[in-house]
Structures are given as C-alpha cells and as structure tokens.
C-alpha cells in the first residue's frame, strides 16, 4: 500500500506537508515516450502501476477529444494549414485567464475583421487595442500584434502559454507562410486548466504560483504533448481541465485518463486524500490600494458662458495616452493622476489635477480657461490583479473660443494627447474602468438634464476661475 504523507500527517495531528512528487525532468522540449518516463514518481504499488504511459495517455485522451470536444469557432476553422494554425493562435492567446464564453464573441469580431496574419500585420496597435478593449489583460493584444514571446518560457503573471511571434514580426520578415508550421511546432500549452489536470496526473502539490513549479509543469506538458497532433492534445488538455477535470467537481469516473492520474489512485486507497486538495491553492496576495483624481474634460467650443450644449457634436474630450510601458501600455484615458492615500479630499484632487493638465496643455487651466462646469461625479472601484484602484470622477467644461488647436504643447511629445468628438468616445476601444467612468459622467449629465432644459447643462452664470 502506498505511503501518503498526508495521511501520516493527519495521524499526528499536523496539517498535511508533502505529497508523492514526480522526479525533477531535465529540459526536453520535444515529445518523446522514452523521457516521460523520467516523470514517473517514485511511489509504489497502485500509483506506480498509474504512473504516466504518454503513448497511452495521448491516445486515450485524444479519442475522447475526438469524440467529445466541444463545438468552438476556432476549432471550425477552416481554410488552408495556415490559416488554421492562425485562428489556434488566436484563440489561444484570448484563452489566456479568460473563460470561453466570454472569449467567442471577441474572437468571431476578431476573425471577421483579420481572418490572417497578414491583414492582422497591417493593423495598428490602437486598432487591436480597440478590438480588445474589455477583454483585459491588455498586454495580450500587444503580444499578438508587435511581440515575440519565450518559446517555453515560464509562465509569468497573466501569460499563460508560450506564443513564438507577433503578426508583424512574422509578416515583415518574410517567414509566413513559412512559419506557418511552426506556429503549430510541437510546443506545450500551460494554462490554469492543465495546471489543473497536470497536477492531479502526477500529484504535485507544490505551489503552482512559484517559478519553480511552473517550470516543472512545462516540462511534463513538454514531454506529454503529442509529436504527431501537437494542436488537437493541447486542446484536449485544456478541454478535460475545463470540462471533466474541474475545480470542485471532477468527474473522474468519466475521465479517458483516470487509469493514469495518481491523485486519483490515492484518494481510492485513502479516502482523507480528495482530488480537489490538488493543486494547492494559495491564497492571493492582497491588490495594492491606489487612488486616482480622474478628470473627465469636455471642451465646447465658442459657446456662450451660461449654457453648454452636451448633444453637439462640437464637443470634444480630452484623452491621454498612457505610456508604451506598464500597466494598460499604450490605451487612451481621460486625465488621470494617481493622489496619495491621505490627500484624496477634492481640494487635493483638483490641485494634482490642475498641475498635471497644466503641465499638459499649452494654458494654465486655472487661470486662462473659461471653466464653465466643475464637479464631482462620483469614484468607481476597478480592481486589476494586483492593484485596486478608487477613481474619484469629476467633470470640467472648459469653453473655449478660440478652439482646440492652441491647446497642445506641440514641443512636447512626450505626452500624446487628442481631443475626439462624442461619437468616437462612445465607438472607440477604451478600457472597461474608463469606459465605466465615461458611462459615469454621461449619466451625471443626463441627470442634470431631467431638471434643466433639454439639451443643455445648466452652469454658473459667470465663467468660474479655478484658483
Ligand atoms: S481522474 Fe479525475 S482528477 Fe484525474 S485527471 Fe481525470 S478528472 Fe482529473
């Protein structure tokens, strides 16, 4: 009978530690039967009669997917080897930490408007940002257009899986449709379902947030993944995880490789081992706190001082775009200042806000501008992976006579800024947080209007100085 740590644990008294693992794999990227066995833990008795037997394995797994797959736009794919490899890619990088309801939509949208790399290769960043925006995980996009990407690198946060190269790399350089096998190498496919389903088969219990971990996880998807149908295993993978193999409720008597999943061995010789014990959950960090002043700025042009006009396709909003670094790299935002905790007070948040729009734009907002409106709207919580950000809305109308023109610092670059109409705003690309605050602000005015006239924001009488 097998040892269980866990078990011995619980006899005395202490939470379990360490279960059966899988001997360490040297790196070996390609499939082979010969290095997988290398993987089989050393435990005896049933588990060991469980442990791993890849060409078994590979079959019964892709029998099933064969049989059982679910019916998903990028497995209809259809058209030559290339544009097949093309659409997997795409959905792949799509699936990354996010689940497949929400990524059909994104990806017919998708495919109707870049059915191939190469009319992907002739979008704009701001095109494929704009195609993306609400799917998170920004850098995603990025990757897809402009980046290359380890080839069975470790997984960092929010990357899931390995992706060779970005549309414009492999058109500009002239290798697709040369590459296009490559795109369909024999690579692994990482992600949180085959974590899943890796650590039940070989009963890894270490922390599937450490580098370590992940590493070993690649290398046993290395080494299991089928030289012959690379693509179609790595959806098997990713397909029993999301299907069978899940979270709370596998369904293990259904499951094509129960015969070689160790976890499952040992929880029918010791029932104080569960399944769902694996892999080991580790709670998250807590985000950090940051507070943002948010100023949402319409700009109306020549009109009166009173009244504004908030229909007219005459007003324009100010948006900013973020640096080509960082979080949210490269995406449009209305200004934006990150305030200290203590100082998030509106005197605070206005006086931030005024020396940054004042260092952005060729006038002094405070002093030089009609501002005819002010006000806060309200905050809004967006809560990143890390980060949990209270934005505190105002909006500012600022009339002005002379148009928009003069406003930009045309010496400065370092800040790309662009003022765009209503209807843009509501078409275009932006963040889910910032389209949040924009439906904010719109509400705000809407309601200002049901007790005023139609069509018009009431403001003070007299333009108002800010300082
Ligand atoms: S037997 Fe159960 S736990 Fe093991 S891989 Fe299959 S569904 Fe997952």
Same mark, same amino acid.
């Given at each position: 009978?097998?040892?269980?740590?866990?078990?011995?644990?619980?006899?005395?008294?202490?939470?379990?530690?360490?279960? +059966?693992?899988?001997?360490? !794999?040297? $790196? *070996?990227? @390609? =499939?082979?039967? %010969?290095?997988?066995?290398?993987?089989? +833990?050393?435990?005896?008795? !049933?588990? $060991? *009669?469980? @442990? =791993?037997?890849? %060409?078994?394995?590979?079959?019964?797994?892709?029998?099933?997917?064969? !049989?059982?797959?679910?019916?998903?736009?990028?497995?209809?794919?259809?058209?030559?080897?290339?544009?097949?490899?093309?659409?997997?890619?795409?959905?792949?990088?799509?699936?990354?930490?996010?689940?497949?309801?929400?990524?059909?939509?994104?990806?017919?949208?998708?495919?109707?408007?870049?059915?191939?790399?190469?009319?992907?290769?002739?979008?704009?960043?701001?095109?494929?940002?704009?195609?993306?925006?609400?799917?998170?995980?920004?850098?995603?996009?990025?990757?897809?257009?402009?980046?290359?990407?380890?080839?069975?690198?470790?997984?960092?946060?929010?990357?899931?899986?390995?992706?060779?190269?970005?549309?414009?790399?492999?058109?500009?350089?002239?290798?697709?449709?040369?590459?296009?096998?490559?795109?369909?190498?024999?690579?692994?496919?990482?992600?949180?379902?085959?974590?899943?389903?890796?650590?039940?088969?070989?009963?890894?219990?270490?922390?599937?947030?450490?580098?370590?971990?992940?590493?070993?996880?690649?290398?046993?998807?290395?080494?299991?993944?089928?030289?012959?149908?690379?693509?179609?295993?790595?959806?098997?993978?990713?397909?029993?995880?999301?299907?069978?193999?899940?979270?709370?409720?596998?369904?293990?008597?259904?499951?094509?490789?129960?015969?070689?999943?160790?976890?499952?061995?040992?929880?029918?010789?010791?029932?104080?081992?569960?399944?769902?014990?694996?892999?080991?959950?580790?709670?998250?960090?807590?985000?950090?706190?940051?507070?943002?002043?948010?100023?949402?700025?319409?700009?109306?042009?020549?009109?009166?001082?009173?009244?504004?006009?908030?229909?007219?396709?005459?007003?324009?909003?100010?948006?900013?775009?973020?640096?080509?670094?960082?979080?949210?790299?490269?995406?449009?935002?209305?200004?934006?200042?990150?305030?200290?905790?203590?100082?998030?007070?509106?005197?605070?948040?206005?006086?931030?806000?005024?020396?940054?729009?004042?260092?952005?734009?060729?006038?002094?907002?405070?002093?030089?501008?009609?501002?005819?409106?002010?006000?806060?709207?309200?905050?809004?919580?967006?809560?990143?992976?890390?980060?949990?950000?209270?934005?505190?809305?105002?909006?500012?109308?600022?009339?002005?006579?002379?148009?928009?023109?003069?406003?930009?610092?045309?010496?400065?670059?370092?800040?790309?800024?662009?003022?765009?109409?209503?209807?843009?705003?509501?078409?275009?690309?932006?963040?889910?947080?910032?389209?949040?605050?924009?439906?904010?602000?719109?509400?705000?005015?809407?309601?200002?209007?049901?007790?005023?006239?139609?069509?018009?924001?009431?403001?003070?009488?007299?333009?108002?100085?800010?300082?």
């Amino acid at each position: 009978m097998a040892k269980n740590p866990k078990a011995a644990d619980s006899r005395r008294g202490r939470p379990p530690t360490r279960r +059966p693992q899988p001997r360490r !794999a040297k $790196a *070996a990227p @390609a =499939a082979s039967s %010969a290095d997988i066995e290398d993987l089989a +833990p050393a435990v005896p008795g !049933a588990v $060991a *009669a469980a @442990a =791993a037997a890849p %060409a078994v394995l590979r079959t019964q797994l892709l029998r099933w997917y064969d !049989a059982h797959r679910r019916d998903l736009p990028w497995r209809r794919a259809s058209g030559g080897e290339e544009e097949r490899a093309y659409a997997v890619w795409v959905s792949e990088v799509m699936l990354q930490q996010t689940r497949v309801p929400v990524v059909v939509g994104y990806y017919e949208r998708w495919m109707a408007r870049w059915p191939t790399v190469r009319s992907l290769a002739a979008a704009t960043q701001e095109e494929v940002n704009e195609m993306w925006a609400g799917l998170g995980y920004y850098r995603r996009a990025r990757f897809l257009l402009e980046v290359s990407c380890a080839r069975n690198g470790l997984m960092e946060k929010g990357q899931g899986r390995a992706y060779r190269k970005g549309a414009k790399q492999i058109v500009e350089k002239g290798e697709f449709p040369r590459t296009a096998s490559a795109l369909r190498e024999v690579v692994p496919v990482v992600d949180g379902n085959v974590v899943r389903v890796i650590s039940r088969l070989y009963a890894i219990s270490d922390n599937p947030k450490e580098s370590s971990t992940m590493k070993r996880f690649w290398e046993i998807a290395g080494q299991l993944v089928d030289p012959s149908r690379s693509g179609d295993f790595n959806q098997a993978m990713m397909e029993l995880g999301a299907t069978l193999c899940s979270k709370s409720k596998p369904g293990c008597s259904g499951c094509p490789v129960s015969s070689h999943c160790q976890v499952l061995a040992l929880s029918l010789e010791n029932p104080s081992v569960k399944v769902t014990d694996f892999p080991r959950v580790v709670p998250k960090a807590k985000p950090r706190s940051d507070f943002a002043a948010v100023c949402v700025v319409q700009i109306a042009q020549g009109l009166e001082e009173e009244v504004t006009d908030t229909k007219g396709t005459d007003n324009l909003f100010l948006l900013i775009k973020r640096p080509e670094e960082g979080l949210l790299a490269g995406l449009w935002e209305f200004p934006l200042v990150l305030v200290e905790e203590g100082k998030t007070d509106s005197l605070n948040r206005r006086k931030a806000m005024d020396k940054y729009l004042t260092k952005l734009l060729s006038i002094d907002v405070g002093w030089k501008s009609d501002v005819i409106l002010r006000e806060d709207v309200g905050e809004h919580v967006h809560i990143f992976s890390h980060i949990r950000l209270t934005m505190y809305v105002e909006l500012m109308i600022i009339n002005l006579k002379d148009g928009v023109d003069r406003l930009c610092k045309k010496e400065d670059d370092s800040t790309k800024l662009k003022f765009t109409n209503e209807s843009s705003v509501e078409s275009m690309g932006l963040t889910s947080g910032i389209r949040k605050v924009y439906n904010m602000v719109k509400a705000f005015k809407e309601k200002r209007l049901s007790v005023s006239e139609k069509g018009q924001v009431p403001t003070r009488k007299r333009s108002r100085r800010l300082k």
